[in-house]
């Protein structure tokens, strides 16, 4: 019954012991049934007795084999066991990307990965391999690497206004995570309601609602997130808003509206959620500072290394009020014990020995090239277009008068070579932004920019003119 393929890379072993598993397994040999000897069954493979001893040798270790002295070898007791029918699908196929090389993709998630500190990130990795004591390899604390922390709560006080101390720093695997995590500490079982700026990512409006919140719209306009609307009947376990740079519709909250926020959350005793994603690249002016600083003890200050380094890290941190920190020390244990020491102690590094700030300094100024290039073409190919938001970050808002962006537009532009993201596809309560698209241009090349805006522009033109 069994066979051996002799110019096979497996070894003649493991294709005994294979063949005579599995068919244990799929009951073709039958508990207590008695086995060849080895000597037999290597007389019928052709091939040598050790190597038939060898593989039962490994069946028996294992439990599949019984030996019986002075009477042979059987198939051991216990063992078979009805097998569940295969499925034909895997239940969460792995998300693949099928865009072709020549699409160009104006979305908005990706920094410039052509620009990434290879050299220096690369150096200091050496370092810390070379020279940090040894307990950086062991397990770490769940809040995360004492340096980072230190240095962190020195640098958003400097960048962004800030007031923490290193305690009240927990690192986690991006905000995506920091996100998850609040909205698992925050939320309760009959209090399970987020106020959230509506339009929002479909990312982070997922992560509230796989954490069991039920997410209540707030309106965005081109300033940001209206106070106004707040709801007042009903208090929110938290407020989401992304005040540096809206996104998507791009808007920097003014002070007024910022103390309003605060206003609102004293009077409702509830919490601020600041994410603070692309704040260091301000292209205007000078960036408004946290609402952190302005009220520490109701915000939990979330950011990230993906916008200003590299998503590939997952490294990013939230600021909580001192009261919050031990829920969210323990929690981050359950999750996943603690992010990687390592790269944090490089990232420590990088950060106190000031090559973030030149980095950052450096990508600012490619990302303004890169917004540059794209606000010119979009005039060059659009006058009547409207460039709406802030001059900051790695992606802006356009409204095309006259055209709406739905599945088909959408469709034929990928045809053309061009991807686009409606504000619509953001929205929580459709209708309000048909006619808006994001771009984001901090991934794309200046000539890939022009080239894209190129495509667009054909394509919004054979569309106009095609018969209805
Ligand atoms: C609003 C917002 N905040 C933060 C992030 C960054 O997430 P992470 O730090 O997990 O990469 C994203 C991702 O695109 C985002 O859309």
């Known amino acids: 019954m069994l066979t051996v393929k002799r110019e096979s890379k497996v070894s003649l072993t493991q294709q005994v012991y294979e ?3 599995s068919g244990i397994l799929k009951q073709k040999f039958t508990e207590g049934e008695k086995l060849p000897s080895t000597r037999e069954l290597a007389a019928s493979l052709g091939i040598s007795r050790n190597v038939c001893l060898e593989a039962f040798d490994r069946l ?3 439990g599949y084999l019984d030996v019986r002295p002075r009477s042979g070898t059987y198939v051991a007791k216990g063992i078979t066991f009805q097998r569940e029918e295969e499925r034909s699908h895997p239940v969460f196929p792995a998300r693949v990307s099928n865009l072709s090389k020549d699409v160009i993709d104006f979305r908005a998630a990706n920094p410039a990965m052509d620009h990434f500190p290879r050299k220096i990130w690369g150096r200091l990795l050496k370092e810390v391999c070379i020279d ?3 307990e950086a390899f062991a397990y770490s604390g769940s809040e995360g690497v004492r340096k980072l922390r230190e240095v962190l709560s020195q640098y958003l006080l400097k960048i962004r206004g800030v007031h923490c101390h290193a305690d009240q720093i927990i690192i986690t695997a991006g905000a995506t995570q920091a996100l998850y995590m609040i909205s698992r500490v925050l939320t309760h079982h009959n209090d399970r309601f987020i106020a959230v700026e509506d339009p929002v990512t479909d990312e982070m409006r997922r992560i509230f609602s796989i954490a069991g919140a039920k997410v209540h719209p707030v309106p965005a306009d081109e300033e940001g997130i209206i106070p106004e609307s707040l709801p007042l009947h009903i208090k929110p376990s938290f407020l989401f808003t992304i005040p540096s740079h809206q996104f998507p519709l791009g808007g920097t909250l003014s002070i007024q509206r910022r103390v309003k926020l605060i206003e609102y959350s004293r009077k409702m005793d509830t919490y601020i959620v600041e994410d603070d994603y692309d ?3 301000t292209y205007e002016g000078v960036p408004v500072h946290s609402i952190q600083g302005l009220n520490p003890e109701r915000v939990l200050y979330v950011g990230t290394f993906s916008k200003i380094l590299s998503p590939a890290l997952r490294i990013g941190y939230v600021v909580l009020p001192p009261y919050l920190v031990n829920r969210f020390r323990e929690l981050k244990w359950y999750t996943d014990r603690h992010t990687s020491s390592l790269e944090q102690h490089v990232l420590a590094r990088f950060i106190e020995e000031g090559f973030l700030d030149r980095h950052v300094r450096r990508m600012k100024k490619i990302y303004q090239k890169r917004r540059e290039a794209l606000t010119a073409s979009l005039r060059e190919h659009f006058p009547s277009a409207k460039i709406l938001g802030q ?9 095309f008068p006259g055209v709406v962006f739905c599945e088909k537009v959408k469709e034929l532009l990928h045809e053309a070579g061009v991807l686009v993201y409606p ?11 048909q006619q808006k698209v994001v771009l984001g241009y901090g991934s794309l090349t200046e000539k890939k920019i022009k080239e894209g805006v190129n495509r667009l522009s054909e394509a919004l033109q054979r569309i106009k003119e095609a018969p209805s």
């Open 19 to 21: 063949q005579i598993r």
């Open 132 to 134: 940090t004591p040894e």
């Open 423 to 433: 504000v619509e596809d953001y929205a929580l309560n459709k209708g309000a932004h």
């Open 60 to 62: 028996i270790t294992e």
């Open 391 to 399: 001059s900051s970050g790695m992606h802006l808002v356009v409204e």
């Open 279 to 281: 704040s260091e690249f």
